[in-house]
């Protein structure tokens, strides 16, 4: 039976290394903007959740986007450019890990094969995981640094 979604990450829950890195270097604000996030579903959600959660105000950062030098740029006007603190992405990741139905898998793809539409996952370890479509979120290997 394969699952629809599946996680796979080494530690012991989905983006366990991005976590402890963000932690390790006491990360205040991401770099990246709301519009930047793991629902694939939904490119608004964690402006959703922001909203829903009543922290739009207190944990986001207006990106500076001049709005009347681009009328046109609906993700300035929305909020989408704004940047997330850590604590707002973090809960809306756990928010959504939580209520996505996902398979969670401890391990670490060790390769890809396979072409569009029939891949398979090697784990470490021999398992495998067969897979439609992957998406790989690589980071940066090896510990953080300043």
């Known amino acids: 039976d394969v699952p629809r979604v599946c996680v796979v990450d080494p530690g012991d829950a989905w983006m366990h290394t991005w976590h402890e890195r963000f932690k390790a270097l006491q990360i205040k604000w991401l770099r990246s903007p709301m519009g930047a996030h793991p629902d694939t579903f939904d490119s608004n959600s964690l402006l959703a959740y922001a909203h829903s959660s009543g922290r739009a105000e207190a944990d986001t950062y207006d990106s500076g986007v001049d709005k009347k030098r681009f009328p046109n740029l ?39 094969k396979g072409e569009d539409g029939d891949f398979t996952v090697v784990l470490d370890g021999g398992r495998t995981v067969k897979a439609k479509s992957v998406v790989l979120a690589l980071g940066v ?3 953080g640094t300043v």
């Open 141 to 143: 290997p090896g510990p």
């Open 74 to 112: 609906r993700e300035a006007w929305t909020g989408l450019l704004d940047l997330p603190s850590n604590a707002l992405f973090e809960d809306f990741c756990q928010d959504l890990a939580n209520r996505l139905p996902h398979t969670f898998v401890k391990g670490k793809a060790e390769a890809v």
